[in-house]
């Protein structure tokens, strides 16, 4: 690709030597008689280099230069002077010329200088294209560097060239999602849609409607006839979260589509075809959940094809930090505020705590850091109290267990018995409450947390009264 040089001097002569140069050596060129209206020019085109006298009426050389290297940083200049005194040649290195070219010249060293002038520029821009595209890849990407993220990518790219079924495996926040669509975007039907619906976010008995469209007058409320979520993916992927939630009818019906490719709308007597990749994610362990017999044993197999697990945050400390700065800097970007910077300590006291809620949990963190820190950098004062709490607790004076002992002491001798009656539902209490605020008051995660099933905490929860509290909790997504 030919490359265009401007030469601007007042010396028509000057000019003119160049331009034949230039143009035996296969170079386009474009010739001002002064710095006049150059900047304009350059919004408009921007030439490969430029070379340029010091000393011409109007605006000089330098001058010119400034500007140039200040908003165009990626167009080398080359300055020429008929004075070649060193003050010229120290101002023109100063404010950013590539060289300097005293006159006279020989025509074909200042050839030479142009070209390395001309490939310094193109280095330069191609290895700035390409920090941008790490960057656009970055937010698009899942960052993750640790063994079993490595892991989840090899799967990415094994995966690429199939539209196989895929489960995802991993608790609430870890990322499930966003593998999912990594997957649609790297597979043979990235053209098409990507549709995702959470099975724990809708209502039992919308499900299947929203799974599978509706006719006009289906049910109550029926006024127009829709398309469901499966005709929306028609060619493309249906990522099915929480597949663990779906009631059993709908199992019995995800089946039969996957084995005939054809479904009817509800309330619909035609059958409706789509070719639908099915993406299925839990936070369950659906093995147990078919022992129990509250998940289809063959619908798991049929969903079970390829599985990828998705590691818990704490067991990838070693991508918190790299995350943390990815989720400032997104955070800097969407309120438009400068990137706050993490000191040494705070980095290493975060990448200690245990992230229950994983890396939602922590971009989280990182945005109410943006709005909320006052200075540039982070300090561990700056934390949200929550996350400082959790290493008090480890700290204070004489452990639960003395605590207790003396709390038992007192009571018995208080005559306060039996004491078990009081302490037992105390305990659980206390379990049950900071469980549920280690996931945003999200019941079947701190189930999880606490080792229970679900209906376990809901019963408890009921016996020890603490449901007048739970409608004010955040409901399950
Ligand atoms: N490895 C990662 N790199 C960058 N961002 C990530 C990564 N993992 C998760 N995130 C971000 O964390 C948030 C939560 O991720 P996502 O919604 O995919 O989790 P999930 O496992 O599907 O959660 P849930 O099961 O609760 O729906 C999203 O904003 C996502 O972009």
């Not at 430029?50 to 165009?72: A, C, K």
């Not at 993916?233 to 663990?244: A, K, M, R, W, Y």
């Amino acid at each position: 690709m030919s490359a265009t040089v401007w030469i601007i001097d007042d010396d028509r002569s000057i000019r003119w030597v160049l331009e034949r140069a230039l143009s035996r050596a296969d170079l386009e060129t474009v010739s001002f008689e002064s710095g006049e209206g150059i900047l304009e020019r350059l919004e408009q085109d921007q030439p490969d280099a430029v070379i340029s006298d010091i000393r011409m009426p109007g605006i000089d050389g330098i001058t010119l230069l400034r500007s140039i290297s200040e908003r165009f940083p990626m167009v080398p200049v080359i300055i020429m002077t008929a004075h070649s005194d060193l003050d010229s040649a120290v101002s023109s290195y100063q404010t950013g010329a590539f060289e300097y070219l005293p006159k006279p010249f020989d025509v074909d060293e200042a050839l030479s200088l142009i070209q390395r002038a001309i490939d310094h520029g193109r280095e330069q821009r191609s290895s700035a294209r390409e920090r941008e595209a790490e960057h656009a890849g970055e937010n698009a990407e899942i960052i993750g560097e640790a063994p079993a993220m490595q892991e989840v990518f090899r799967a990415i790219g094994r995966l690429s060239h199939s539209n196989i079924t895929v489960l995802i495996n991993g608790e609430s926040g870890t990322g499930k999602e966003l593998v999912a669509r990594a997957l649609h975007n790297h597979s043979p039907r990235s053209g098409g849609p990507f549709v995702a619906l959470n099975m724990a976010a809708i209502p039992r008995d919308l499900i299947e409607s929203e799974l599978f469209g509706h006719e006009k007058g289906a049910f109550t409320g029926a006024n127009a006839a829709r398309q469901g979520r499966f005709e929306q993916s028609n060619g493309g992927t249906l990522f099915l979260d929480e597949i663990g939630d779906m009631p059993a009818d709908t199992q019995t019906r995800l089946l039969r589509v996957l084995a005939d490719g054809e479904f009817y709308r509800v309330g619909g007597a035609t059958p409706v075809r789509a070719d639908v990749r099915i993406i299925a994610a839990t936070h369950q362990n659906l093995e147990e959940r078919v022992r129990e017999g509250s998940f289809r044993e063959d619908l798991f197999h049929r969903l079970n094809v390829i599985r990828v697990h998705l590691p818990t945050l704490s067991e990838r400390r070693e991508d918190i930090p790299l995350l943390m700065r990815h989720f400032l800097k997104q955070a800097a970007l969407e309120l438009s505020v400068e990137p706050k910077i993490l000191k040494e300590d705070t980095e290493t006291y975060l990448s200690t705590l245990p992230w229950p809620g994983n890396v939602r949990q922590l971009e989280n963190v990182c945005r109410w850091l943006t709005v909320m820190a006052s200075g540039r950098e982070i300090h561990v004062n700056d934390l949200p109290r929550e996350l400082l709490e959790q290493e008090e607790a480890g700290s204070t004076a004489g452990s639960w267990q003395e605590q207790l002992r003396d709390w038992a002491d007192r009571a018995l001798k208080q005559g306060k018995h039996p004491i078990l009656d009081t302490a037992l539902p105390e305990f659980e209490r206390v379990m049950i409450e900071t469980a549920l605020k280690h996931t945003g008051g999200r019941r079947r995660d701190a189930a999880n947390l606490l080792g229970w099933g679900r209906n376990t905490l809901t019963r408890k929860i009921k016996e020890l009264g603490m449901d007048e509290h739970a409608e004010e909790a955040p409901q399950e997504d």
